[in-house]
Antibody
């Protein structure tokens, strides 16, 4: 069974750093792109970036380029999303999703809620 | 960046009725279009990919059509569990982009 399990909710202060994770299981982790999607409170979905764990090829949406870093450790089948300096506007739910053979998001993690508040 | 526009923003439908949701792309995305369902407090769920192919386990009452710039998701007979927000998403060009969503609510 394909599963993506994300790390737990985080409460941080502005300026702090953060790294959240997404662990894949039940499939060949290195053979599918993994993407990160932001959903701000009460709002829609936005693709932030995608990574191919097989060779770490990474692409960022222009809106998120330079704001976050996406990485993967294929030895433990885990993808990461990190911030070096959080802002209050980073408060959101973050989902990871596997891009299936059609490149649509066929499996999703349960989401990680990030709250940034002083 | 391709802009995806969904209409209407909210659709009020009675159980058992048909619901038709629209999605328009600012430029052709061929058939590289997916539909997702999201319920409150849950992650999105893939319903349709390739504009018209149902994902695994998706009931036959969900159908997708269209290509190029105009797409439609039809729910033939709404069940109680279908009241949710629906998003279209193109994956023809990076960055992939979602529409703003259509909320299907009980009339």
């Amino acid at each position: 069974e394909v599963q993506l399990v994300q790390s737990g909710a985080e409460v941080k202060k502005p300026g702090e750093s953060l790294k959240i994770s997404c662990k894949g299981s039940g499939y060949s982790f290195t053979s599918y792109w993994i993407g990160w999607v932001r959903q701000m409170p009460g709002k829609g979905l936005e693709w932030m970036g995608i990574i191919y764990p097989g060779d770490s090829d990474t692409r960022y949406s222009p809106s998120f380029q330079g704001q976050v870093t996406i990485s993967a450790d294929k030895s433990i089948s885990t993808a990461y999303l990190q911030w070096s300096s959080l802002k209050a506007s980073d408060t959101a739910m973050y989902y990871c999703a596997r891009l299936g053979s059609s490149s649509s998001g066929d499996y999703w993690g349960q989401g990680t809620l990030v709250t940034v508040s002083s | 960046e391709i802009v995806m526009t969904q209409s209407p923003a909210t659709l009020s439908v009675s159980p058992g009725e048909r619901a038709t949701l629209s999605c328009r792309a600012s430029q052709s995305v061929s058939s590289n279009l997916a539909w997702y369902q999201q319920k409150p407090g849950q992650a999105p769920r893939l319903l349709i990919y390739g504009a018209s192919t149902r994902a695994t386990g998706i009931p036959a009452r969900f159908s997708g059509s269209g290509s190029g710039t105009e797409f439609t998701l039809t729910i033939s007979s709404l069940q109680s569990e279908d009241f949710a927000v629906y998003y279209c998403q193109q994956y023809n060009n990076w960055p992939f982009t979602f529409g703003g969503g259509t909320k299907v609510e009980i009339k």
